[in-house]
């Protein structure tokens, strides 16, 4: 499976972006599909993963109630609905995906086999 990750750019605080990570190669089925972040000169950091068996959820404190992870199975498409930003949301984002991840190793980097190349988000006035 390969991903790709699009969908960044700039935002004002308060404004709203929307990522997309696109899988060709195979689909998604059975996979856990996750986004990360890393902003410069900090480690990457979880910010929200979807399973695609059973459409479970999960976010990253400082994302939650502000990004949505969504999917399209016909797409083979994964969302990140990113609202309400803010500057410290400012970071390269990145998708990855793997199966068989139990539900406590979904925020670890290391779970993941697949990734994307990253698509760049800068919230600024």
């Known amino acids: 499976v390969q991903l790709q990750a699009s969908g960044g750019g700039l935002a004002v605080p308060g404004g709203s972006l929307r990522a997309s990570c696109a899988a060709s190669g195979g689909t998604f089925r059975g996979y856990t599909v996750a986004w990360f972040r890393q902003a410069p000169g900090r480690e990457r950091e979880f910010v929200a993963a979807i399973k695609l068996n059973g459409d479970a959820t999960y976010y990253a404190d400082s994302v939650k109630g502000r990004f949505t992870i969504s999917r399209d199975n016909a797409k083979s498409t994964v969302y990140l609905q990113m609202n309400s930003l803010r500057p410290e949301d400012t970071a390269v984002y990145y998708c990855?995906?793997?199966?068989?991840?139990?539900?406590?190793?979904?925020?670890?980097?290391?779970?993941?086999?697949?990734w994307g190349q990253g698509t760049q988000v800068t919230v600024s006035s």
């Open positions: 990855a995906a793997d199966r068989h991840i139990i539900q406590s190793s979904i925020p670890i980097i290391g779970s993941y086999d697949y």
